[in-house]
């Protein structure tokens, strides 16, 4: 990675190379764009963010090193004050960062889809269009989410089984949250876990074992109360 340089485009903006800006990007104070970050048309860059980041891993990290891809933020994205988005990662037009989250290397967001202030998204994480993320959701390394799924705030999804004690060989196993699901605050999502098509995870829920399609569950562990009716399914997009 080369040094980074001063810019005259905004405030305190410093730069690194290979760094492509679109038209009309308008950039807050303070930011930090490294090597290889491709902003498109109209994206919105608040105070204080970082693009491009290759973070610094632990000693005891598992964690491969981070793949040297190109960061895209497609039109109109807009990456809220604070926010650091790392090496790799691709925002879908129209998404927003919100203040504060980390998004990590290689990770997808979807267009028009929402994260809230303060998330965490691990590597390699999918997520599709029209997603919303409440406050607070910490979502694990690996995990998928598909599109028009609703999580609030407070989730947390798990996935590591063994608490720290795997093998190094063992890779982390992420959540599945399928279409139009919707989480409720403060969940827990163990590891592997899947939530099915137009699922409902009430409020408080630990999920220890896969959720049916358009099924309601609540508790700790969650289990089954009702299924889903008709009238609160996502209705058909065009």
Known sequence: MMGLEPSPLAPGLVTGVRVQLGTGVRLGAHVVIYDDVNIADGCTIQDGVILGKVPRLGPQSTSPDAARKPTVLDAD???SSHATVC???HIGQRAVIGDQSLIREGVR???LSVIGLACG???EVSIGTRVRLQTNVQVG???LIEDDVFVGPLVVFANDITMGRHPSEMG???VVLRRGCRI???VVLMPGVEVGEEAVVGAG???TRDVAPRTVVIGSPARAIRAVRPDELLKARR
């Open 205 to 207: 829920a630990v999920v």
């Open 87 to 89: 090496v790799g990662a």
């Open 141 to 143: 390394t690996g995990s």
């Open 109 to 111: 967001v979807g267009a």
């Open 184 to 186: 409720g605050a403060s």
């Open 172 to 174: 982390p196993s992420g």
């Open 121 to 123: 998204v691990g590597r």
């Open 77 to 79: 994205a807009t990456i």
